[in-house]
Structures are given as C-alpha cells and as structure tokens.
C-alpha cells in the first residue's frame, strides 16, 4: 500500500515539475467582448506582454463596447509583474476641472440648477484619465510601442465591427441624450434612428485619435490638435474644461489595499475607489464567521449585515485620498471590525437608520466595463474602466470621435434624491482637480494553490458582487463558479436588500422578511464579471466571462 502511493507520489511530483519547466507561456484573458480578448491574444502573438495585452484590451473596449468605457473616460489597471514582485495599481480616474467647485451643479439657496447637467452632455464630463493610464501602462510596464499595441483598435475603429444586442439595448436607453448632439447622433445613430441589429458601427474619427496616441504619447490627446478639438466642443457647449485642465492631466501609481480573509490574500482598489476598503472591511467582519458551516438563511442575513455596515462607512469617510483624509487604517483594522460585529444579531436586522452620521445622496452608474489577464508566470491584470452612464454623457467632442464621460455625477454634488440612491459625504465633495469616489474594484485573491483576477461593472453593485465572488472563491470553486452565481446586495441605503430572482427561494424570501430585511427583487441580472485564475502548483490557467453579458474568456 505504501508504495503504491509513494509510486502514485512521485509520479505525480514528476508530472508536475515537469509541467514547470516545459510549459510554454499561457495566457487567460476575460473581457466583455470578443474582439477585445483576440484583441489581447493578437499583441502577445507579437511578442508582447500581459501590460501590452492590457493595453491592447482597454483600448479595444472603447472602440467596441462604447457604453462601457472609452477614450473619453477614466479607469484603474491592478497590475502585478512577476519577475520583481510588483503590485501597483494605476489609477487613472477622471479628475474635476479647475474650474469645478462644491456648488457648480447647484444655486445660492444649495437647489440644483438642472438636474441632468452632472448626466448629459459636455458639463457632465471630467477630465479623462484612460488615454494617460494606457500611456503610462505601455511605458512603465509593457514591451511593445504603442502603435502596436493599439492596432487591433484602431483597425476596429476605422474597418468598423457588428453592434450587438447589448449594444443596441445600452443605445436605446441613451438614445434622447444622444440625439441632442449631432457628432454623438452622426456615429452611433443611422440618420437618428437605432440602428439595425448586426449593423456596422464605424468611427473613423476615433481611429485618427487612437492614432494620434499612437503617434505622440499623451500628448497626442493632451495636446495637438486632439486637444484643440477636445476643448473647442466642450468650452462651445458649455463645459469647464482648460488646456491647463487637459496638460496637468497626470495618472497616480499607488500602493493597492491588502487584507487577508481566512487565509486568501486580497489585493484590491483603494482611493480614489471605495472598492477595497469596502470589500476588506466587509469580509474582515465576516471573517469572524465559519460561513460554511452555517446555514444559508444565517449566511445570507450575516453577509447582509456585514455589507450594510461597509457601505455606511463608504458613505462617512471615503473620497479621493489626495484631497481628504481617509482613515483607511482603522477602517481596515480587526478591532473595528469587532466593534461591527458586535452590533450584529443572528436574528435581527440593525435598520439603516440606526446608523450614525450625516450623509448626503450620491449616484453612480452601473455601466463601465472589466477584463482580467493573468499568464502562467503570474504576471497580471485587474482592470475596471469608466465612463459612468452607458455612453458617458452622451456627447462626442466633434471631429475627434471621443464620447465624453459623465463621471462628475459620482461625486456628492447635491442635497436632492438621485437615481442610484448611493449617499456620501463631504469627503466626496467636488473640488478642482479632485477625483470623484468610485465604486470600481479590481482585485487579486490568492490562497495556497491559486491566484485570481476578477472584477465588474455595476456602479455601487460592484463591491458587494466582488465579495459574494471572494466568498464563493473561498469555498475552493472555479471562475465559472464566481461569474454565475446569484446576486445580492445591500448598500446602507437605500435600507433594501436587492437580489436576482435566482438568489433566494420563496421559503428563504419569507425568512428574510422575518428577520427585518426588506427586499426587493432587480428587473434584470446586474454585472458582467470577467475572472481567471492560475494553479500555482500545475501552472493550469482557467478563466470565465459572465453568462449575463457578451463577453468571451480563452486560454492560449
Ligand atoms: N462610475 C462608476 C464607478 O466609478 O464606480
């Protein structure tokens, strides 16, 4: 007996080390859109490297899920390279103009002015960070120039690629806002109309943009005549934008937030995204908790609970670090977890309203989109990009094919109701040059035998599907696992639980409403996870795009 298995040992050790030295370098790469995964394949069949390919799959995305992120936009890159051990995150969120304020939005008596100029056209846009993030990615980490590694989306942009269903449900929910801007209702309208299914969506202009950073770098878009273009539609329709604005444009490598749950070690976002702190706050208070052997009911409910108190604290404290002072720190420590926790019942609920602190209505938009990249040597990427509502702001700065975002509707900038329900604080206050709070969440998970890469789109939704993901990671499943399981959330307030119908049956329904939850079920499924993962001990890649969306993840 013994040495059949010593044998079968062996063996096995054999086969494993043998993996290790003879596995030619893989690749998994999970996006929300086919062309963008080839997009990635494409630059590392040139020789590029898994920051290339990043390069290459975010510049893609906003050429073909336009709804989702663009050049016009801002985003994060969790980026970790391998050969020294570096784990940075490039944050390149959108910064408010110099000119913006605390009351731009708003009249002397605090009233706002319109409610839809945070929303639609040029004066909902912030400066965008993405065209500097893909520069400082290329230069700071990649191998290839950028005119490489931005072929693949130049040439979609300019031959044109089919539109999709999601697409064309994302176009018709913007369609008003776009029609009111005739550079916007040029490219994506058909003589402003929807167009058809499997039309072609050329955008010869955005590839000469693409081309122009290409060609020069950042200036390429922060300057020339790029930027001429930019500033002349924006400042002619009203918007507060500056050359200064455009040329202090800088992207922040900081240092990401670490935490540990039950043994997996969790890398996310921190400021000038919630997305970490909330994430790790909720799981450090979970992590009390041998979920799995508890019930579903009771796991439901304590997740639910542990999500309340995160999201209250994403409302008092968190803003861009530059600017406020977040106690990050404590807001990660064990203790206060515990201090948490302890307000927490098995068979009760602690109402919203119980909470203290004076917070001021938020928004955020559920439209934005994520991919993940990971190779057998470990080397990765975790990036989620913006530009808020699905189509931004809904205004292209003509002759430049650029769809503005209209990320400053996520900084608090009112004391009105909002769509989304998300409250915040004055730390979340507009200011010039600040970046507004976002809920975009990038992340790592890494326990003994693999290393993860997942995120989401989801506006506020996207830090409570990040942690159901990181929950079911725990329980030793695979990306498909993490992409599709049901969704719930809770997000301090609105005081309502808002889930899939697929999360709960109707017996877990009627307890939940016993323990003084309220519910209510979402019209559609939320999300578009994009995950992958590497096996440390076989080097075996595996990865899996969201069922929900239109996405695709390959292994090559
Ligand atoms: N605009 C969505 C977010 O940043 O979370």
Same mark, same amino acid.
């Given at each position: ?162 539109? *999709? ?173 515990? *201090? ?217």
């Amino acid at each position: 007996m013994f040495k059949k298995y010593t044998l079968v040992t062996l063996l096995l050790l054999g086969f494993i080390t043998n993996i290790r030295a003879d596995t030619p370098l893989k690749t998994a790469i999970a996006s929300a859109h086919p062309l963008a995964t080839a997009a990635g394949f494409e630059i590392l069949n040139q020789g590029g490297n898994v920051f290339d390919a990043a390069v290459a799959v975010s510049a893609t995305l906003a050429v073909v899920e336009p709804s989702g992120s663009g050049l016009g936009g801002g985003g994060y890159w969790l980026v970790h390279r391998a050969n020294d051990n570096t784990t940075r995150f490039i944050d390149g969120r959108e910064k408010a103009p110099l000119a913006a304020h605390k009351n731009v939005y708003v009249d002397s008596a605090g009233q706002v002015k319109n409610p839809r100029a945070s929303l639609d056209g040029a004066t909902a846009a912030a400066i965008p960070g993405l065209p500097a993030g893909l520069v400082h990615l290329a230069e700071h980490y990649g191998k290839l120039p950028l005119a490489v590694s931005l072929a693949p989306a130049i040439r979609h942009a300019r031959n044109g690629f089919v539109v *999709g269903q999601h697409h064309l449900d994302l176009l018709k929910y913007r369609e008003t806002v776009l029609k009111q801007f005739p550079a916007s209702s040029t490219i994506f309208l058909v003589n402003g109309q929807l167009p058809e299914k499997f039309a072609l969506l050329r955008q010869v202009d955005l590839a000469e943009t693409l081309t122009q950073l290409a060609r020069y770098g950042r200036a390429g878009f922060y300057a020339h005549s790029v930027a001429d273009k930019l500033l002349q539609a924006v400042q002619q329709a009203g918007g507060m934008w500056t050359a200064e604005d455009l040329q202090n444009y800088q992207v922040v490598e900081r240092e990401p937030v670490v935490g540990n749950y039950r043994g997996i070690k969790v890398t996310s976002a921190p400021p000038s995204s919630a997305g970490g702190i909330v994430l790790l706050e909720a799981l450090t208070i979970l992590s009390a908790y041998d979920l799995a052997k508890l019930d579903k009911l009771t796991r439901i409910h304590l997740i639910t609970e542990a999500m309340r108190r995160a999201y209250h604290d994403r409302a008092l404290y968190l803003g861009d670090s530059d600017f406020v002072s977040v106690p990050m720190q404590r807001l990660l420590s064990e203790d206060y977890a515990a *201090g948490l926790r302890s307000s927490m019942r098995m068979d009760a609920v602690l109402p919203s309203t119980q909470l203290s602190g004076d917070v001021l209505p938020d928004s955020e938009g559920g439209h934005t989109t994520h991919f993940s990249i990971i190779d057998t040597e470990g080397n990765r990427v975790a990036a989620t990009l913006s530009i808020n509502f699905p189509f931004g702001s809904g205004f292209v700065a003509a002759g430049t094919g650029v769809l503005l975002n209209d990320e400053m509707d996520d900084f608090v900038s009112h004391a009105g109701p909002n769509g989304y329900g998300l409250v915040g604080s004055a730390a979340n206050m507009i200011a010039p040059g600040k970046r507004m709070l976002s809920s975009m969440t990038p992340t790592f998970l890494e326990d003994a035998g693999r290393v993860a890469v997942l995120g989401t789109p989801g506006g506020s939704r996207i830090i409570s599907m990040v942690l159901l993901a990181t929950l079911d990671f725990a329980k030793a499943t695979s990306p498909m696992s993490w992409v599709t399981l049901p969704r719930f959330h809770h997000q301090y307030l609105p005081d309502v639980v808002e889930y899939e119908n697929a999360a709960f049956t109707e017996q877990e329904l009627v307890a939940l409403k016993g323990l003084g939850h309220h519910l209510k079920a979402t019209v559609n499924p939320y999300g578009n996870m994009q995950a992958a993962v590497l096996y440390k001990h076989t080097h075996a890649l595996n990865a899996a795009s969201d069922p929900r969306g239109e996405g695709l993840a390959t292994v090559k």
